[in-house]
């Protein structure tokens, strides 16, 4: 029972350390929320979907490649690259969303997909699921 409740507490621990920083999939989130609640449940739905696809693999045993320093600095390049990108996007759209009254729409699967998509493509998500399985490998 001890062992249950501990292994609990170290998930909730993990996923609170996933969750918690406000990053480009909870802000995608908030803005959806805002439109429909439904909407905004299934980016975040999506998020979730990736994030057990990365836990999986935690468990299986895949990303013990993740000792590697060469992917650690090709990861950090990606990274630096894709955060670069959206600062240019942000900053090419800023006048038109300004004059649009909100330029969020789609329907519940697509919501899922963007969700989805951003979370394999964030950065700080796969860093933080490749230190998890540094400790996991660890321990």
């Not at 990606?78 to 670069?84: I, M, T």
């Not at 950065?123 to 321990?139: E, K, R």
């Amino acid at each position: 029972m001890i062992n249950s409740i501990g292994g609990f507490l170290s998930g909730a621990i993990l996923g609170f350390g996933a969750a918690v920083p406000i990053g480009p999939v909870n802000i995608l989130i908030m803005s959806y929320a805002l439109i429909k609640f439904r909407l905004g449940l299934a980016i975040g739905l999506g998020a979730m979907a990736v994030d057990v696809g990365y836990l999986l693999a935690i468990n299986f045993g895949l990303l013990k490649f993740s000792q590697n320093e060469i992917l650690t600095q090709i990861l950090a390049i990606f990274g630096a690259l894709f955060l670069l990108y959206i600062a240019y996007l942000t900053l090419k759209s800023a006048k038109s969303l300004a004059r649009q009254k909100t330029g969020l729409s789609g329907g519940f699967w697509s919501c899922f997909i963007k969700g989805a998509l951003m979370n394999i493509l964030n950065p700080y998500i796969i860093g933080f699921w490749l230190s998890v399985s540094g400790v996991v490998m660890i321990v």
